[in-house]
């Protein structure tokens, strides 16, 4: 089971944060107004996180077909993603409405969440 699972969660996952990160590089404008409305418009961190997105992502995608990937990789974009969760939490006042602050924070959480899961699971294949 966890064999037909990962992969598909890492395709889920990884395709997930390279179109995120790819709007962000491409239009940093319209994914602050949608997304990422904390504060000031700043372009170059949106581009920073663009380009950590796209990594995160390629990375899951890249590992896919290379379970001896699943672990490692699933474990950075637990990390990264928790990290992510905290600077949410932290700044969830900052955010252009308390439920967009919120909302971010409980997807970064759950999302966090899986992915810690889902490396448990690769820790756990043979």
């Known amino acids: 089971m966890r064999r037909a699972v990962t992969p598909a969660a890492l395709v889920a996952f990884g395709a997930s944060y390279v179109v995120?990160?790819?709007?962000?590089?491409?239009?940093?404008?319209s994914?602050?107004?949608?997304?990422a409305d904390f504060g000031p418009p700043n372009d170059?961190?949106?581009?920073?996180?663009?380009?950590?997105s796209v990594a995160v992502g390629?990375?899951?995608?890249l590992a896919v077909r290379r379970p001896g990937w699943w672990l490692p990789v699933l474990a950075v974009a637990a990390i990264w993603n928790a990290l992510h969760t905290v600077s949410h939490l932290v700044g969830i006042d900052q955010a252009g409405s308390r439920a967009l602050g919120v909302a971010e924070a409980v997807v970064l959480f759950a999302s966090t969440v899986l992915l810690a899961g889902l490396a448990t699971m690769a820790r756990e294949e043979p």
């Open 44 to 52: 170059h961190l949106v581009h920073d996180y663009g380009a950590a």
């Open 58 to 61: 390629g990375g899951l995608l």
């Open 31 to 35: 994914f602050t107004e949608a997304v």
């Open 20 to 29: 995120l990160g790819a709007w962000a590089g491409v239009h940093a404008a």
